[in-house]
């Protein structure tokens, strides 16, 4: 699939001093230990990402794991990453793509957007483009990035049932609303409408002009980052 062409700012938050990073682990454990299962994701990404305490992949698979048996749903996309080999491995652990695939659609399911785009890439590569275009298609309806590039680059494949210039077009202007500035954007769009009629050019413009993305609560959820973290350990209130 076509890979991300928009340039976008990873946001990491870090934590102001050594004081509060320890008393979001500890009130995190605590509340992990308690029974709260988000507390045991939230603690996982800690240890994912090596904020607070030691990175350490095998600590936050287990977290993952836990909180993935006990329903959290990002819990199931992370450990979906893992067994996909996208955060390493460690000593006897090994990746898997069936048990990759299954997690990361329990939270593709529940509406997780970079869930969504993974398990589209993944049916790509399988060979099955049919339920690719259908993952990209959510995926790009709450403005995934990636899921929106990668959905054009599908109405542009030769032979298939759903190639479309004009649905392409449409994409790379909700991508456009995206991303205004970024030339290499403007030249895709341009390439585009030059191989549409004049009145297939504006009825997608018209078609397009009131799009938004429509995030999914869980997709909102996930990018909270450690403000939601802070939320679940107590630290702060929501």
């Given at each position: 699939?076509?890979?991300?062409?928009?340039?976008?700012?990873?946001?990491l938050t870090?934590?102001?001093s050594?004081a509060?990073?320890d008393e979001?682990?500890?009130?995190?454990?605590?509340?992990?230990d308690?029974g709260?299962v988000?507390?045991?994701?939230h603690?996982?990404?800690?240890y994912?990402n090596?904020l607070?305490?030691d990175?350490?992949p095998q600590k936050?698979f287990e977290?993952?794991a836990?909180?993935a048996?006990?329903?959290?749903?990002l819990a199931?996309?992370k450990?979906?990453c893992?067994y996909a080999?996208?955060f390493?491995t460690?000593e006897?652990?090994?990746?898997?793509?069936?048990k990759?695939?299954?997690?990361?659609?329990?939270?593709?399911?529940a509406g997780?957007s970079l869930?969504?785009?993974?398990?589209?890439a993944?049916?790509?590569?399988?060979g099955d483009?049919?339920?690719?275009l259908?993952?990209?298609?959510r995926?790009?309806q709450?403005?995934?990035?990636?899921?929106?590039?990668?959905?054009?680059?599908?109405y542009q494949?030769?032979?298939s049932d759903f190639?479309s210039?004009?649905l392409?077009?449409?994409?790379i202007?909700?991508?456009?609303?995206l991303a205004?500035d970024?030339?290499?954007?403007?030249?895709?769009r341009?390439?585009?409408e030059?191989?549409?009629e004049p009145?297939?050019?504006?009825q997608?413009?018209?078609q397009?002009?009131d799009?938004?993305?429509?995030?999914?609560?869980?997709?909102?959820?996930a990018?909270?980052g450690?403000?939601?973290?802070?939320?679940v350990?107590?630290l702060?209130?929501?």
């Amino acid at each position: 699939m076509l890979k991300l062409a928009i340039p976008f700012v990873l946001l990491l938050t870090s934590f102001t001093s050594q004081a509060n990073s320890d008393e979001l682990v500890d009130a995190l454990t605590d509340k992990a230990d308690s029974g709260v299962v988000e507390a045991r994701y939230h603690l996982g990404m800690l240890y994912n990402n090596g904020l607070g305490v030691d990175k350490s992949p095998q600590k936050a698979f287990e977290l993952f794991a836990q909180a993935a048996t006990e329903g959290d749903l990002l819990a199931h996309y992370k450990v979906g990453c893992y067994y996909a080999g996208q955060f390493g491995t460690f000593e006897g652990f090994s990746p898997n793509k069936e048990k990759a695939l299954s997690h990361k659609l329990k939270a593709a399911e529940a509406g997780y957007s970079l869930a969504q785009y993974d398990v589209a890439a993944i049916y790509y590569r399988q060979g099955d483009k049919q339920k690719a275009l259908e993952w990209s298609r959510r995926a790009a309806q709450q403005g995934d990035p990636g899921a929106l590039m990668s959905l054009m680059a599908l109405y542009q494949e030769p032979d298939s049932d759903f190639a479309s210039g004009t649905l392409a077009y449409q994409t790379i202007l909700k991508i456009k609303t995206l991303a205004p500035d970024n030339a290499r954007v403007e030249e895709m769009r341009k390439s585009l409408e030059s191989e549409l009629e004049p009145q297939e050019v504006e009825q997608s413009k018209k078609q397009i002009a009131d799009w938004q993305p429509e995030a999914t609560e869980l997709t909102e959820k996930a990018t909270q980052g450690l403000n939601r973290a802070k939320e679940v350990a107590g630290l702060v209130s929501n």
